[in-house]
């Protein structure tokens, strides 16, 4: 079974609109981490955002912020005021346990429209 | 500033030629590197986990013989491809996690692009 899955291949936003990115996960073990990832056309893996399974709030970091539901096991990424250089690839991952390695979801295509 | 190089950023060799992949932590010791490879608009597959001092570990359905790894030291892991072929043609990417530090931190190259004629 799939353990990330981001049902939107590609999604269009106006520039300065916010623009929210799905992600669910499937793990049985209490402990992990979820992250969202930035690859923009350089191919380069850009950190974005990190939220632990006991984390009570959910994570924040400038413009992206990341809603948290864990009865649902969602991880959405919400990236406010969206700029031109927003257009990317994103990816969420995630990683179980005290096991150091990300499986990633298929990822998202953003574009931002001026 | 990077805090992980890889080299050679892009490479192209014939088909049956051996080519090797470096990961370098800059920044940072790691006894933990991934090697993650990548097609064209798809997500990252891991290939294997990279540990220092001893044999790296590989997903299933990775063959071992065909892609080397060797962690030598704290700061380097290289991936050799062995008798490339076209198939093999993709995009290759490491990530290091520091040995010190929250285990939620990795860091990624900037990855190797590898076509085989």
């Known amino acids: 079974a799939q353990k990330i899955t981001q049902t939107q291949p590609g999604m269009f936003v106006q520039e300065k609109e916010a623009v929210t990115l799905d992600c669910t996960y499937d793990t049985s073990d209490p402990s992990y981490g979820l992250f969202w990832y930035k690859q923009p056309s350089s191919g380069e893996m850009i950190f974005l955002i990190y939220?632990?399974?006991?984390?009570?709030q959910n994570a924040t970091e400038g413009r992206y912020s990341l809603n948290f539901q864990k009865a649902r096991k969602s991880a959405n990424l919400v990236i406010s005021a969206s700029q031109l250089g927003d257009s990317a690839m994103y990816f969420c991952a995630m990683r179980e346990g005290n096991d150091y390695k990300l499986s990633f979801g298929a990822g998202t295509t953003v574009t931002v429209r001026a | 500033g990077a805090v992980v190089s890889q080299h050679p950023s892009w490479v192209i060799c014939k088909s049956g030629t051996s080519v090797k992949i470096e990961c370098r932590s800059l920044d940072f010791q790691a006894t933990t590197m991934f090697w993650y490879r990548q097609f064209p608009k798809q997500s990252l597959m891991l290939m294997a986990t990279s540990n220092e001092g001893s044999k790296a570990t590989y997903e299933q359905g990775v063959e071992k013989d065909k892609f080397l790894i060797n962690h030598a030291s704290l700061t380097l892991s290289t991936l050799t491809v062995t008798s490339a072929h076209p198939e093999d043609s993709s995009f290759y990417i490491c990530s290091v996690r520091p040995l010190a530090g929250s285990t939620d931190t990795q860091y990624f190259g900037p990855g190797t692009r590898l076509t085989v004629l």
């Open positions: 939220q632990g399974s006991y984390d009570q």
